[in-house]
């Protein structure tokens, strides 16, 4: 087996140098915030294929913070030690992703060697995202991380499952093979501020759709499942596993175990959002899941970790970021009636 630099990391809670590849995204950048929060020294890596500027122009001036324009495709060299790195660089949602479907294979693949190789020549600590779309069309339900998948791996989602496949092999080879302290975490559906309008994901289409009076987009009968987890919790999520010790060496899904119908989903934003969209049914995508949810047993157990926010908490604040990129129709309010929020249920 070949031998690691040493892990150059701290684990007395000293503050860290930590690198974000994707760290201009909508998790990143959340990420980033949260890093900053707790002290640490920040790189934010990103191509701004999918990132936005905007996302992180707070944090121009801050004085542990430092932007990178970068494709992670083309190797990476960092100068300054490093203690962490979190590779979030990849389109995530169908539509940008298969924009440039060899573009995100590489990026899952040689993307995530070139950080492999950069977290091993400084002896950092790796965090992979990886993503439940591993799971494909699941026939499992719910989803547990010892699950092998249904993906079709020809189809026009197979950039992006086999990518992200491909990549937790190379994460797993170099942890055992090449002594690279790498980890990684399986993301479920989730949402909340700095999502992009275009985004293209359940949420984001139906929310600025109703903001607009625009059809309410259902592809099939609306009964396929999702389950949705606010971007705070999966920060903290992303945190306490790249925290934990030792090495866990095995996958953990992050994700909130709330399910719920998508026609569901489109009468709770229709209670939030005063809108007269009516509800136009598309054909159900190619290998489209038809149901998804996490189990979490090994989160919870490993990380001590669990979701907190429930959708009636996390939806207004998220339609609330949506009505200022999308500005409501005439005469709408752009704000959510919070008393209306707060009768959703909570996720089971």
Known sequence: ????????????????????????????????????????????????????????????????????????????????????????????????????????????????????????????????????????????????????????????????DEGKRAAETLCFDMLHGAGVDARVVRIFNTYGPRMRADDGRIISNLVVQALRNAPLTVYGSGAQTRSFCYVSDLVDGLMAMMAVTPNPQVPVNLGNPGEFAVRDLVAIIRSLIPTSSPVEHRPLPQDDPRRRRPDISRAKTLLGWAPRVTLAEGLPPTIDWFAQLAPPAAGRRDAVPRERASNIGATP
């Open 1 to 160: 087996m070949v031998t690691a630099p040493p892990i150059r990391r701290p684990d007395d809670g000293a503050p860290r140098t930590v690198l974000v590849a994707g760290g201009a995204g909508f998790v990143g950048s959340h990420l980033c915030d949260a890093l900053l929060a707790a002290g640490h020294t920040v790189i934010c890596l990103d191509s701004f294929l999918t990132g936005s500027e905007t996302n992180v122009a707070p944090l121009e001036n801050h004085p542990r913070f430092r932007l990178v324009r970068h494709d992670i495709c083309e190797p990476v060299a960092i100068e300054e030690p490093l203690d962490e790195i979190y590779n979030l660089a990849c389109a995530a949602s169908p539509p940008h992703y298969q924009a440039d479907r060899v573009h995100t294979m590489l990026t899952s693949v040689q993307g995530t060697h070139n950080l492999l190789t950069l977290a091993r020549a400084h002896g950092a600590r790796f965090l992979q995202a990886s993503t439940s779309e591993v799971y494909g069309d699941p026939e499992e339900h719910p989803q547990t991380e010892d699950y092998r998948g249904n993906v079709n791996c020809t189809g026009p989602r197979a950039c992006y």
